[in-house]
């Protein structure tokens, strides 16, 4: 709707509701109030509760807007009521809660008066959400019941041979059900990566728990209880766990921000995420425990020290000593690979698919094209003549604009969701409505198709010459799912009783960018003449050079009609993908952290083992090893946990590709190359992490070597 006679004119996303909608879903006005039980009724439904953000943007706060009249589509609603702050509207795609669609979180709620015609239509018409409150101890499965005998009772009032069955969902599975997934699969990869860091955290500390193991020795020869030397170790391990938490505590505050900030994230209840105490006290418990994980290994390992051993002379080099630490330190790093594979996998095939996504056919060409949505009131554009005209001056004025090629208009644009899904048949089809296929319906103009690169494929475009009659453009799917193999043009698509003449079929667009096109038929915008249209134009250069122009356009038709959300098709575009780029681009994150993690422990483990076999290494020179036998030696040492990481990796790598079965567009989860590649990639990885060691082992003077021995 449009608000006018509070300053500038403003486009309003605007929602219709029944009168006690507010008081199901337990929520009260933060000044004044909501809807009294009759509002919704014709004569008394002139009023309006409005949002706390409009409320504060366009009133300033003042609690006297109670009271006040705003004029929405030039009509007069009295203003009784701001919601909370925090209330939002659950946000809705079709198929979620039947056909109805909540995008955004309205700024204008109204009370929903139903027709005499709606209220005679016992079957309804398929496009009202309908949200209901269980009574205390009342089962879904209860409830479902309930309303089939409400079904069956509809039905004996139409008298028609059909089943109608009641769907019970619940709101909260409508609202995160298309985001859990995703989200779970970024918590999955946090947690991956967390457990790869404590793996590597234990590997050093067993490590230095070794080196220590003299001091360790010497302690508990001076009388150190166990207990005292394992507080000693979990105390230095706990607070340098929590230390690097409290950095990353901050680091994740700035990327929150970051992401908040410069991401349109299409996520339910992205607007409460935040740092607060809640995540502090995580924050703080993870930390610790992974300090408490840590430091545990390295007192065990502290308490194995053998005191005898390592005081007699020459007790640290006493035969196999630390052969119990090698095969530990080799098993965390096979467990870092294992992993790692995992994560690398699955940031392969997210990559993949939105690369395919990106890549794929959208049915337009439409680079240097520019959209506006525009609204006409209601109230001042009652008959559809007055709003065909006003279509029709828009229209014009921007198609004579200098850098205009052409304009059109359309009520829904591409990669915008489905909306107004009706069933569609050829005449005569027999099977009961829901059988029959589904159509997404848009009202166009002519000129759109030119606009925006849509190709007709057979048949032609609407003309002036069909004003007055029933004719349709249908899509190349809806063609073929209606006459397979046949011509479609001059044939008729019924559309509830109504039968449409096909002019041209163009090709097919998609509504979603990583979904197949659905069926589409176009019908022209003077037949239903709809107040609110998406306008767009293609520009001979830069599309935002034209955005003036456009904004001329409207304003000569209609200066109180205000032009918003003006975008570029590839913006739309990039909007459309923000989510997945964003899950990509982390996921990814995380498995080049992964990848990282991994290659710093294998170098750590065999730089170790190179320092610990100094006096081997010496030896074996002395005796005539060559350098690039030591370089072979060393490698094959480094490489083994590695193979055996790999082995382990590789049916966890396939197990997690199915889990990102739903996620993924046109990539199969076993996709060979990906899953041949990531172990060949980490094996060269890890081959790099044992080269340096390896380098610095053939370089090793043996007569220093044996003399310090």
């Not at 901050?250 to 990327?255: D, I, M, Q």
């Not at 390992?301 to 051993?309: G, H, K, M």
């Not at 909306?419 to 759109?448: C, H, L």
């Not at 002036?464 to 029933?470: A, L, S, T, Y």
């Amino acid at each position: 709707m449009v608000l006018t006679g509070a300053g500038e004119p403003e486009q309003l996303d605007s929602a219709r509701v029944t009168s006690n909608l507010f008081d199901t879903l337990g929520v009260g006005a933060a000044v004044g109030r909501v809807f009294a039980a009759g509002e919704d009724e014709e004569g008394r439904h002139q009023v309006a509760v409005i949002s706390h953000a409009l409320w504060k943007r366009r009133f300033n706060g003042d609690p006297a807007v109670i009271g006040r009249t705003a004029r929405l589509d030039s009509v007069p609603y009295t203003v009784i009521g701001v919601l909370p702050p925090d209330f939002r509207f659950p946000p809705l795609r079709p198929g979620q809660l039947g056909n109805a669609t909540i995008r955004h979180n309205p700024d204008i709620v109204r009370p929903l008066v139903f027709s005499p015609e709606e209220l005679q239509e016992k079957m309804g018409r398929f496009n009202y959400i309908v949200i209901g409150r269980l009574r205390r101890g009342t089962s879904a499965a209860e409830g479902q019941a309930e309303l089939n005998v409400i079904a069956r009772q509809l039905v004996a009032m139409t008298n028609d041979n059909v089943e109608l069955a009641a769907a019970l969902n619940p709101l909260h599975e409508a609202v995160v059900g298309n985001s859990r997934r995703a989200l779970l699969v970024l918590l999955a990869a946090v947690g991956t990566v967390l457990l790869i860091a404590c793996l590597n955290l234990a590997n050093l500390f067993l490590a230095r728990a070794e080196r220590r193991s003299g001091e360790y020795a010497v302690r508990v020869a001076l009388g150190a209880s166990g207990a005292r030397l394992t507080l000693q170790i979990l105390a230095e391990t706990v607070l340098l766990s929590i230390a690097g938490g409290m950095i990353g505590v901050a680091l994740a505050s700035a990327g929150v921000s970051a992401l908040l900030n410069n991401w349109a994230l299409d996520l339910p209840r992205v607007h409460e995420v935040r740092l607060d105490r809640t995540v502090l006290i995580f924050a703080l418990a993870v930390s610790a425990a992974t300090g408490l994980l840590v430091g545990a290994g390295s007192a065990w390992r502290a308490l194995r020290v053998n005191t005898q051993e390592h005081l007699k002379p020459g007790g640290r080099l006493a035969l196999g000593s630390g052969a119990h630490g090698s095969r530990m330190r080799q098993a965390l790093i096979s467990a870092e690979v294992g992993l790692s594979i995992v994560l690398l996998t699955a940031a392969a095939l997210l990559a993949s698919s939105f690369s395919r996504i990106i890549g794929s056919d959208r049915g337009y060409e439409a680079p240097a094209v520019l959209a506006a949505d525009i609204q006409i009131p209601r109230q001042q554009y009652k008959e559809k003549a007055d709003r065909n005209r006003f279509h029709e001056r828009v229209i014009s004025n921007l198609a004579s604009q200098p850098g205009v090629v052409a304009a059109g208009i359309i009520t829904a644009l591409p990669l915008t969701g489905e909306t107004w899904i009706d069933n569609i048949s050829i005449p005569g089809d027999k099977r009961p409505i829901w059988e029959r296929p589904s159509a997404n319906v848009r009202f166009a103009s002519e000129g759109y198709f030119r606009t925006m690169g849509i190709r007709i494929i057979e048949g032609r475009a609407f003309s002036e010459g069909d004003r007055g009659k029933k004719v349709t453009m249908i899509s190349e799917r809806t063609a073929a799912a209606l006459w397979p193999g046949l011509s479609a043009v001059g044939r008729s698509v019924d559309r509830n009783g109504e039968l449409f003449e096909v002019v041209g079929v163009v090709r097919d667009v998609r509504t979603d960018a990583d979904k197949p096109a659905p069926l589409m038929m176009y019908r022209p915008y003077w037949d239903w003449s709809p107040s609110r249209v998406r306008l767009v134009a293609r520009s001979a250069g830069d599309p935002l050079a034209i955005a003036g122009a456009m904004r001329a356009a409207v304003q000569a038709a209609d200066a109180n009609v205000p032009v918003q959300q003006l975008q570029t098709m590839e913006q739309l575009l990039d909007d459309s993908l923000a989510q997945r780029r964003l899950q990509t681009m982390l996921i990814s994150g995380f498995a080049g952290t992964a990848l990282l993690l991994a290659a710093f422990g294998i170098y750590g483990v065999v730089a170790y083992s190179v320092t610990r076999r100094r006096g081997e290494i010496g030896l074996r020179i002395a005796l005539g090893a060559r350098p690039g036998d030591l370089y072979s030696l060393v490698v094959r040492h480094g490489m083994r946990p590695v193979a055996a990481g790999v082995l382990m990796g590789a049916p966890a790598a396939l197990a997690a590709g199915q889990g990102l079965r739903g996620l993924l567009y046109e990539v199969h989860p076993g996709h060979p190359a990906i899953i041949v590649g990531v172990p060949a990639l980490l094996a060269v990885v890890a081959m790099l992490a044992c080269a340096v060691p390896a380098r610095r082992a053939a370089r090793v003077p043996p007569i220093e070597t044996l003399r310090a021995e």
